[in-house]
Structures are given as C-alpha cells and as structure tokens.
Antibody
Framework: LQLQESGPGLVKPSETLSLTCTVSDDSIRSSGFYWGWVRQSPGKGLEWLGS???????YYRPSLTSRLTIEIDPSNRQLSLKLRSVTAADTAVYFCARHGVAELRHFDSWGQGTLVTVSS | SYALTQPPAVSVSPGQIATITCSGD??????VSWYQQRPGQSPVLVMY???TRPSGIPERFSGSNSGDTATLTISGTQAVDEADYYC?????????FGGGTKLTVL
C-alpha cells in the first residue's frame, strides 16, 4: 500500500488549506479501515486531525471540528482535507495514514507527508 | 480530553536495554500502539495492541501495558534505533498521541 499527499505548499493566513491523498489500492473501499490525517508542526510531535470511513462517516479532533472537513472518493482512491481560516499555527507536515477499526486503531501505513506553510 | 505523557528524552548505550514509557489514566484499559520516526521520515508502526510486533519489526522490540503505564522496550539497542518514539491510543472517540520521546544511542 502506498499513500501520496499532494497540494499547495504555501497558504495565506485566513484562507483554506486543501490537500489530497491518493491511495494505491482498493483497501480504501474496505470496511476494515479508516483513513486519517495527522500533522506535525516543525520540531513538534504528531497530532491526529480526523479520520474517515469508506462510507463517508467521519470523526474529528474536537478542537478542529469547526474548521475541518475530510471527504473520501473511493472510486478515485482519494481522500481530501480542507482546513479553513488557517493561521501560522497550522504550518506543519501533513500526513495521510490508514488505521483499523474497533480495537485495531493503529496507523499501519503512512504517506511521506507534505509540508504546508501558512504565510503571507 | 485524554492525555498520554512520555519522557522527552531517553539515552541508552549500544547493546543495552532502552525503556520508553507512556502514561495515561487507566491506560491498561486501552490498546496502545508505538511508532518510530527517524528525522525527515514518516512514522513507522513498531508495536500495536500493546505487545504485538508488525511484520518486519525486529524481535528486540517488545511492549507491555499495565495500570496507567505502557512501555516500549528495546533489547540490545542498536545505533539504528536512534529516533523519536510516539505512543498512541484510542480514547474518548479520539486518537491520541503522546508527546514523543527522543531516544539517543550513545
């Protein structure tokens, strides 16, 4: 399995950060997995943002629910992230990753990550 | 919100045992995963469901979870094990990461 993030590397403050993750196989259609976004600010730790099921069911980090939307397009093997009203604090490497369901909610596959800088 | 606490740094000599802890309220009731992240790379899963090693992870990696503390143990630590390590759990309908531990092998 390979995951590949893509999108602009520079976003202006107050605008919307939009990223796409392309998945290499049909596990995106499986009921056995969720697809998540995790970010890492420079020099900092990992922060889970949200996850989506193949059906479109989502759950988000509580502090981001008002700004974050994650969508999925299994037919094109893609998921997307939209983070609105960004500030410099949203500057980070953004990873997409796959995790399981129920008690298997560990991330077993990760993309290489893409750096997004928020700056005017 | 649920929090996982890790020591910021751990040092170990080559060939010795490295122990990295992860603390959280009643953590033993949750399944803990561990990730290794080398500089400039994506995280790699090294342990899940507390003590299960994914395929391809060396046997020197082991895990446990009891009470409020989960532990990742690296036996016979090698220079290649120098990296940041993160614990992670599912709690209160969210995925939570610990702050990370920098393992130095010197």
């Amino acid at each position: 399995l390979q995951l590949q993030e893509s999108g602009p590397g520079l976003v202006k403050p107050s605008e919307t950060l939009s990223l796409t993750c392309t998945v290499s196989d049909d596990s995106i259609r499986s009921s056995g997995f969720y697809w998540g976004w995790v970010r890492q600010s420079p020099g900092k730790g990992l922060e889970w943002l949200g996850s989506i099921f193949y059906s479109g069911s989502t759950y988000y980090r509580p502090s981001l629910t008002s700004r974050l939307t994650i969508e999925i397009d299994p037919s094109n093997r893609q998921l997307s992230l939209k983070l609105r009203s960004v500030t410099a604090a949203d500057t980070a490497v953004y990873f997409c990753a796959r995790h399981g369901v129920a008690e298997l909610r560990h991330f077993d596959s990760w993309g290489q990550g893409t750096l997004v800088t928020v700056s005017s | 919100s649920y929090a996982l606490t890790q020591p910021p740094a751990v040092s170990v000599s080559p060939g010795q045992i490295a122990t990295i802890t992860c603390s959280g309220d009643k953590l033993e009731d949750k399944h803990v995963s561990w990730y290794q992240q080398r500089p400039g790379q994506s995280p790699v899963l090294v342990m899940y469901r507390d003590d299960t090693r994914p395929s391809g992870i060396p046997e020197r990696f082991s895990g446990s979870n009891s009470g409020d503390t989960a532990t990742l143990t690296i036996s016979g630590t090698q220079a290649v094990d120098e990296a940041d390590y993160y614990c992670q759990a599912w709690a209160s309908s969210t995925l939570v990461f610990g702050g990370g531990t920098k393992l130095t092998v010197l």
